[in-house]
């Protein structure tokens, strides 16, 4: 073959590669067809694939052998509809189902070309760059399809999904029938058992902080559920997650205190409710898990995983404000005003009672702990030294904390549920 590189040569070259590629279209996409579907083969067969891959083929081959013979550019392979892009991301798949049969169909034409070519390697290389442009052109469009298709879909599924936590997080018995459709809806098994998983980045986060943080507790609860059947709600710096817990291996508890023995446990607050028998009864884990990451904020416990078990007492209080209020009314509401004597009490009960334990806590002489245990009795009509009594006064101090946690809330400071769903 002598080389030319005249444009007439080149043009009558892309001609006869056009004349071949029409002549063989049938042949051709019967070849990818064998190709793909081979390729794709699986359990279930779908006998309506071949069909639609052939018919798809043979409209490819046409488009690319008008391009050959047309304007440079992207020619009238840009005319092809691009709506395998959006069924792959329909159907959850990867991007690289998207465009895998082009490059497939690709390979099947350029190695026609190339067996057939008469003309110069100059002629010959035209042909298969300009086969690549078009090509490149027929992948790009159904990128943008699956793209845009995929976007729409995260959108839906993020609106869903905060519909559905908002419901389960209201409070009021929901309908499990609702429930269990939008769950279905977003491909989620609704009767198996979820527990919420709350967590909160203190100072707040730059969003390249949340970032990172929000990925470090994202990889270790795919790692309780790699099906990827969690519900998530979250604003920088803030995060409620509902995580299926029926799964092998250790739960996400165990995995999130792994977690946060490291670095991420500097700024993290972490908690966790109860599990719920199925998702429409998940709501109280929820909420659970918000009034325990509110206590573990206030009682400044970052980098550990407050459990709604431990603070159970302080939950609820916190759920029920009259009965915080006559607990400290009727145990320390006269110590309310003297702080001092509030502090030397939870000293003291911290100390497990040990008088030189609680002056050395306070820093201030035995005596003085005596003295203002003399006076706490005398105020509460308690005795110091009766755990019956301590008990009652260490469930008032609990009370006493709600109530200054809820004043911390509406001050807008640590109402995490206004400030998730704001």
Not at 379 to 404: C, E, K, N, P, Y
């Amino acid at each position: 073959m002598a080389p030319s590189n005249t444009p007439a040569a080149v043009a009558d070259h892309m001609a006869a590669v056009a004349g071949s590629l029409k002549s063989a279209s049938t042949t051709l996409a019967n070849e990818f067809v064998r190709q793909y579907v081979t390729a794709t083969e699986s359990g279930a067969v779908d006998r309506q694939a071949p069909v639609e891959a052939f018919e798809m083929a043979v409209r490819v081959i046409d488009l690319c052998a008008n391009g050959l013979t047309g304007p440079t550019g992207p020619g009238p392979a840009a005319d092809l509809p691009a709506g395998r892009g959006a069924r792959i991301a329909l159907q959850g798949k990867s991007v690289g189902e998207a465009v895998e049969w082009l490059r497939l169909l690709e390979r099947v034409v350029a190695d026609h070309v190339l067996a057939h070519a008469t003309g110069g390697m100059d002629e010959i290389r035209a042909a298969i760059t300009r086969l690549a442009e078009l090509f490149d052109v027929l992948c790009t469009r159904e990128l943008e399809s699956f793209t845009s298709t995929y976007n729409e879909l995260a959108g839906w599924q993020a609106r869903v999904s905060t519909d559905l936590l908002s419901c389960l997080i209201a409070g009021p018995a929901v309908d499990a029938s609702t429930v269990n459709d939008q769950a279905r809806m977003l491909n989620i098994n609704p009767h198996q058992r979820f527990r919420a998983i709350a967590a909160y980045h203190d100072p707040a986060p730059t969003p390249q902080q949340w970032m990172r943080a929000r990925r470090r507790i994202m990889e270790v609860l795919w790692r309780q559920d790699p099906r990827r059947e969690i519900l998530l709600r979250e604003r920088r710096g803030l995060l409620l997650a509902l995580v299926p817990i029926d799964r092998s291996g250790p739960g996400p508890v165990a995995l999130l205190t792994e977690m946060l023995d490291g670095e991420p446990g500097r700024s993290l607050f972490v908690s966790a409710g109860e599990p719920g028998a199925s998702l429409s009864a998940a709501g109280h884990s929820c909420r659970q898990a918000l009034s325990a990451l509110e206590i573990s904020i206030y009682r400044d416990q970052r980098g550990r995983v407050t459990q709604c078990t431990d603070v159970i007492l302080e939950v609820l209080l916190a759920h029920n404000r009259w009965v915080s209020k006559r607990l400290i009314e009727t145990r320390i509401g006269q110590l309310v005003e003297k702080p001092h004597l509030l502090d030397t009490l939870r000293a003291y009960i911290s100390c497990d009672m040990a008088l030189q334990r609680t002056a050395e806590e306070l820093v201030v002489h035995p005596n003085t702990v005596a003295y203002r245990l003399r006076q706490i009795a005398t105020l509460t009509g308690r005795d110091m030294r009766r755990i019956t009594d301590i008990g009652d006064l260490s469930v008032a101090l609990m009370a006493f904390d709600t109530i200054q946690m809820r004043r911390d809330r509406e001050e807008a400071r640590t109402d995490l549920r206004a400030r998730l769903f704001a």
